[in-house]
Each structure stands twice: as structure tokens, then as C-alpha cells.
């Protein structure tokens, strides 16, 4: 079982998306991130409502509308997607389970139960350890090291295919709006 749901690597590769070939952010519909990845439309919709929530994106209007980065992309790091997404999860729970040792026989001695529990300090480190790697990480970090492994017209291609959907929403939007309907009332 993973810490992280499905939503946290959705939303890390739908911002990755986001950034353009300068690294700066170029803006998608949810709609078109879903189908360019292969994932669910109405379940990365709530991913975004809870990025736009934290303030990782907003929301772009018209016709060639959707999202776009709400800060640089290396101003946003994995840990502030994760807890976007996920909110902020503890590795462990600690059930201070040291008191319950049977030779205390109900009454743990105090030598017992000073200090932190050693069990839940190093899982706490391991924790801080995580949550660190995670904020060192940002969006333009894995960004680049996509660019870095995808051959060089990836990017563009990328870049083509979403420019190429909001042109046909804005000429099937546009062409909407310049067709005069006729309503035939006679008999």
C-alpha cells in the first residue's frame, strides 16, 4: 500500500505539463491534461480544485481557458503538491505501546516512559527526512529531467498538441457564435 494516492502523481505530471520549453507556465484544461495522460478527467478535476485551493494554480478564463502554474515552477516543490493533494501524512502513528510491556504489570516505571518513545523519534526522523527530499524537489526540477530524457522535439510536440486544442475550441466556439439560427414558424 503507498503513502500517496493516485491524485499526488496525477497532479506532479499534469504540472509538469505546465511548464513550457523556457520553463515558464503554459496553460491546459483539465480536460486536455487528462487526455494527453490517460487519466480520469472528473478525478483530476478535484486535484485541481485542491492545487487552485493551495494556490499552486489558477485558473485561466475564455474559451482557451484552464489552469496554469500560480508561482515559477521552481518556487513550487513536491511536498506543496503533496500536501495540496493529500494533505500533510505521518508515516506513523506512535501508540506509546512502551507502557505496556507485562513485567510493569500495568504500572510502567518512569524510566519507562521518559522522554520521547526511541521507536517514534526515528520514525519521525525518517519522516522529516521524506517531507525534505520532497520540498528540495520542484515542479522545474522534474521538468528539466523530463526534457533531459525525451528526445529534443518531445517539448515541442507537447507545446503543439495543446496550442492545436484551443485552437479548435476558440474556431468551434467562434464559429458557434457567427452562425444565425433560423426558426421556421410557418406551416
Known amino acids: 500500500m ?3 494516492s493516485a491524485g499526488v502523481e ?3 505530471h499534469c504540472l509538469i505539463f505546465l511548464v513550457g520549453e523556457g520553463g515558464e507556465s503554459r496553460d491546459a484544461s483539465v480536460r486536455d491534461l487528462a487526455e494527453l495522460q490517460g487519466v480520469p478527467a472528473d478525478y483530476l478535476a478535484k486535484i485541481f480544485t485542491k492545487l487552485a485551493k493551495s494556490a499552486l494554480v489558477v485558473a ?3 474559451v482557451k481557458g484552464g489552469f496554469k502554474l500560480a508561482r515559477p515552477a521552481d ?3 513536491l ?3 503533496v500536501n495540496a493533494i493529500d494533505g500533510r501524512k505521518l508515516i506513523f502513528d506512535c501508540r506509546e505501546i512502551r507502557s505496556r510491556c507485562a513485567l510493569f504489570d500495568g504500572t510502567p516505571p518512569e524510566w519507562a516512559m521518559d522522554g520521547y518513545c526511541s521507536v517514534h523519534a ?3 526522523t525518517a519522516q522529516k527526512r521524506m517531507e525534505d527530499a520532497l520540498a528540495q524537489q520542484t515542479v522545474l526540477d522534474l521538468a528539466r529531467k523530463v526534457g533531459r530524457k525525451s528526445p529534443a522535439e518531445f517539448t515541442h510536440q507537447v507545446d503543439t498538441w495543446i496550442k492545436n486544442r484551443r485552437e479548435k475550441k476558440s474556431s468551434v466556439k467562434a464559429s458557434d457564435e ?3 439560427h433560423i426558426i421556421d414558424i410557418s406551416d
Request: proline share 0%.
Open 60 to 62: 485561466t478564463e475564455g
Open 75 to 77: 518556487e513550487i516543490s
Open 79 to 81: 511536498l506543496d503538491i
Open 178 to 180: 457567427q452562425q444565425i
Open 10 to 12: 496525477y497532479g506532479i
Open 122 to 124: 526515528a520514525m519521525m
Open 2 to 4: 503507498s503513502l500517496y
